[in-house]
């Protein structure tokens, strides 16, 4: 038997907006997941993995970021990505209360997994292991540098200003139902605002020079054909990683949404088994 549980998280541990969250729980659960999603979407697009997860006896709590999905605040907007670690904080609590006494993982996709490499570096007492899939470390084309001065600028006199992201379902992943899913999500937004970008920026920096501290089991998944997330930033973080176990999965010719591809629940599984094992 599997449960599932959604619905606004209004009584924080810490300060902060209201968050989102979806709850997967199997009977008698090895383990549990905290699941942190990618910029401009949300924790019930991993709603799949979570009940493949179940069926193999890890439970799972998918949360919406601040600014993210259901949960409030201005749309992918933060004026120190500081404030992003109170809701991982926040989800660390909801997997305790979840499912007590197992050990804890925590995923991350893309901005999800800099902000769990992120945190981990900041507070890993939570968690047992760490697993990032195509994690927002680099981008995967270059910024210009008069871009980059121009975003620096509007960081600080118009931080809400939002500009096209550009990305589309096409170029997340082959599967044409969930690219088209993607585009049509309402609570998917396609701008990313001036301040995150420039504290993105600032993160991805302090996770790459700190990722000698990491010390816990790291799982790295990583779509080679990725145009969004450059698989080069994340192999950079993972030959860095302290971590004495870590295990770098490449998938040659899969896009930015590995979770997402045709072949993704031999991949969930694949991350089931690891985190198994490390059980």
């Known amino acids: 038997m599997i449960s599932e549980t959604k619905g606004v998280v209004s009584q924080r541990a810490v300060p902060g907006p209201a968050l989102y969250q979806v709850t997967v729980v199997p009977e008698s659960a090895r383990a549990v997941v905290g699941i942190l999603h990618g910029y401009a979407e949300h924790g019930a697009r991993y709603a799949h993995v979570q009940q493949a997860w179940a069926e193999k006896g890890l439970a799972s709590v998918a949360i919406d970021l601040r600014g993210h999905g259901r949960a409030e605040g201005a749309r992918g907007y933060c004026d120190r990505f500081s404030e992003y670690q109170d809701d991982v904080t926040e989800l660390a609590r909801l997997v305790q209360d979840a499912a007590p006494k197992v050990p804890a993982f925590l995923f991350g996709h893309s901005f999800g997994g800099l902000l769990a490499a992120w945190?981990?570096?900041?507070?890993?007492?939570?968690?047992?292991?760490?697993?990032?899939?195509?994690?927002?470390?680099?981008?995967?084309?270059?910024?210009?540098?008069?871009?980059?001065?121009?975003?620096?600028?509007?960081?600080?006199?118009?931080?809400?200003?939002?500009?096209?992201?550009?990305?589309?379902?096409?170029?997340?992943?082959h599967d044409a139902a969930k690219a088209r899913a993607y585009d049509e999500d309402p609570l998917v937004f396609p701008k990313a605002t001036a301040r995150w970008f420039t504290e993105a920026s600032k993160a991805q920096q302090t996770a790459l020079d700190g990722a000698s501290r990491l010390k816990m089991p790291l799982y790295m998944l990583l779509g080679l054909g990725d145009i969004v997330a450059s698989p080069v930033g994340g192999r950079t973080f993972f030959e860095r990683a302290g971590s004495a176990d870590k295990k770098l999965d490449e998938r040659p010719g899969l896009f930015h949404e590995v979770l997402n591809e045709p072949e993704w629940r031999g991949i969930a599984d694949a991350m089931a088994d690891w985190m198994l094992a490390h059980v």
Do not use: N, Q
């Open 119 to 173: 945190s981990t570096l900041a507070d890993a007492r939570s968690w047992r292991a760490l697993l990032l899939s195509d994690p927002y470390f680099k981008l995967a084309l270059e910024v210009p540098g008069p871009k980059r001065f121009a975003a620096k600028i509007a960081s600080r006199i118009y931080p809400k200003l939002a500009l096209p992201s550009g990305l589309s379902g096409k170029d997340l992943t």
